[in-house]
């Protein structure tokens, strides 16, 4: 998918819980970050309630990080990248 097709689409609503020294956290916001989306990061060593509430959307999944596009759990940073290399993610960034 070309850089001016995605920009042309509506971005989907990302979300990622994570951490502020987490090198999965990195690689993520770097994926993402060269898709050129925005998305909303949630540091749950910054606001600890948050990692409640994470572990609850996540169906128990306590490592982060833990990506979500429109509200649908991707997983962490391997799941991201495989979801990338299945030719999904832009499928799922973009509408």
């Known amino acids: 998918?070309?850089?001016?097709?995605?920009?042309?689409?509506e971005q989907a609503n990302i979300v990622m819980y994570c951490t502020q020294?987490?090198?999965y956290c990195?690689?993520?916001k770097s994926l993402l970050n060269s898709k050129s989306v925005k998305f909303t990061e949630i540091d749950i060593d910054a606001d600890p309630s948050k990692y409640s509430e994470m572990v609850?959307?996540?169906?128990g999944?306590?490592?982060v990080p833990q990506i979500f596009?429109?509200?649908e759990h991707i997983g962490g940073c391997d799941?991201?990248?495989a979801t990338e290399a299945a030719g999904r993610l832009d499928g799922l960034l973009f509408k």
């Open 56 to 59: 609850g959307k996540s169906g």
């Open 79 to 81: 799941d991201l990248y």
């Open 69 to 71: 596009i429109d509200d």
């Open 1 to 9: 998918m070309s850089q001016e097709k995605e920009m042309s689409q």
């Open 61 to 63: 999944i306590t490592s």
């Open 21 to 23: 020294f987490c090198p």
């Open 26 to 28: 990195v690689r993520a």
